[in-house]
């Protein structure tokens, strides 16, 4: 077997034709380097079962040309300027383990067709331009991913509500004293995987999914890390997030959520991150065990929450108060008082229609010159953690 490793170097141009000679090619590692072009299909061949091609910029489309005889293992083409749509002759390889596309530009919908994969425990789609729902998977392959433990989908256009139905069915993340096949994490003793601890994770974040969290998920008893944040969800923080007691980060902040954050998620001992913000929650924060680790931007976004970490005192949220109308603000201020604040106003909306009108005029003639020393961008302010490509 012919072992060919150039990792991590500075090397530049396409890669070169005399690689298609080497028959019984096992192991490819061309990862972090300079590379361009387009792939050539001779990479495909029947015997080699790792690639890594990852930080590059290899481009163009991935050929449609993966055979029954494919034996790949690992396949690596994270960081790169690939487009189209993934083949689907890749559902050939069924030795296939870990499958990392992310940071490039495919598209399409979710490749249902993974779900024949009966081997596939990583499957990395992040930071591209996935889009659509994610159909039942009953109407395509009824045991889709069996040994799935890691699905990242974050950075892309999907929508519609999580796959209910998907999360039913992962056998793989519903067990609690789950690991990695030992044969994978290793690859031959070559590299290790990129799962860097024995429990399952799953990453929604920064799509389009909307709807309520269903219960399904948190029957996934492996889960050590789940982020659901950046989406447009709705409904409640479900109690049962208690049962995943594996659970060591939990994400939900910059959604739609609302109610109280459930008592029950105090049971989480291991659970190091909680990030709930800009939410709609309501009520005290939860005390005791890990919440009391917890600093204040795991909360912020929610102005009805109260308690620690939080400045707002729920003794004073409880006491609910009338409103003072402008009648009885008008009663309580003196006729000097009044005087007052007319000069006072009538200064500040002097200043504020000058300053309104300084700042268009030099905007407009310098605009190049703030976006370039500040970096603004009309889209700053929208879904502010989300990146479409990272750098």
């Known amino acids: 077997m012919d072992f060919i490793d150039l990792s991590d170097n500075f090397i530049t141009g396409e890669i070169p034709p005399l690689i298609c000679q080497a028959e019984s090619l096992g192991i490819l590692d061309l990862s972090s380097n300079s590379f361009t072009g387009t792939l050539p299909t001779c990479l495909f061949g029947k015997s080699i079962f790792f690639i890594d091609l990852s930080q590059n ?72 331009r996935f889009s659509g729902a994610i159909h039942d998977p009953s109407t395509f392959i009824p045991e889709s ?17 999580l796959p209910d139905k998907y999360f039913k069915i992962w056998k793989a993340m519903k067990s609690s004293n789950m690991g990695f096949d030992n044969s994978f994490t290793t690859v031959e003793n070559i590299k290790p995987s990129k799962a860097i601890n024995t429990f399952a994770q799953i990453d929604l974040s920064c799509n389009s999914f909307d709807g309520e969290i269903p219960q399904s998920l948190t029957d996934l008893q492996g889960l050590g890390s789940l982020n659901l944040s950046n989406n447009r969800l709705t409904g409640y923080v479900l109690p049962s997030f208690g049962n995943l ?5 939990l994400d939900l902040s910059h959604n739609e959520l609302s109610g109280e954050i459930p008592h029950e998620l105090v049971q989480l001992n291991f659970l190091a991150k909680f990030n709930v913000s800009f939410n709609n929650l309501a009520g005290r924060v939860p005390t005791g065990k890990q919440f009391n680790t917890f600093e204040n931007y ?63 005029f030099v905007y407009g003639r310098y605009r190049d010159w703030f976006i370039e020393r500040f970096g603004m961008r009309r889209d700053t302010w929208v879904r502010p953690l989300c990146n479409k490509r990272r750098n």
């Open 57 to 128: 910029n290899f481009g163009g489309t991935i050929s449609n040309t993966f055979t029954h005889e494919c034996q790949l293992k690992m396949l690596d083409l994270s960081g790169n300027r690939f487009v189209g749509q993934l083949p689907k002759s890749l559902a050939n390889c069924t030795n296939l383990m870990s499958l990392d596309v992310r940071d490039n530009y495919f598209d399409g919908v979710f490749p249902f067709w993974l779900g024949s994969l009966t081997e596939l425990q990583e499957l990395d789609l992040s930071f591209n």
């Open 145 to 161: 991913f069996p040994k799935l433990q890691m699905l990242i989908l974050a950075n892309n256009d999907f929508s519609g509500h």
């Open 245 to 249: 007691t594996n659970l060591e980060s």
């Open 298 to 360: 795991s909360y912020v976004g929610n102005p009805l929450l109260c308690g620690k970490p939080l400045s707002n005192d729920c003794r004073g949220s409880t006491t609910s108060t009338l409103p003072q109308t402008s009648d009885d603000y008008d009663k309580s201020l003196l006729p000097s008082d009044i005087i007052d604040w007319i000069v006072v106003f009538t200064g500040f909306g002097s200043g504020l229609v000058v300053g309104i009108i300084l700042w268009n």
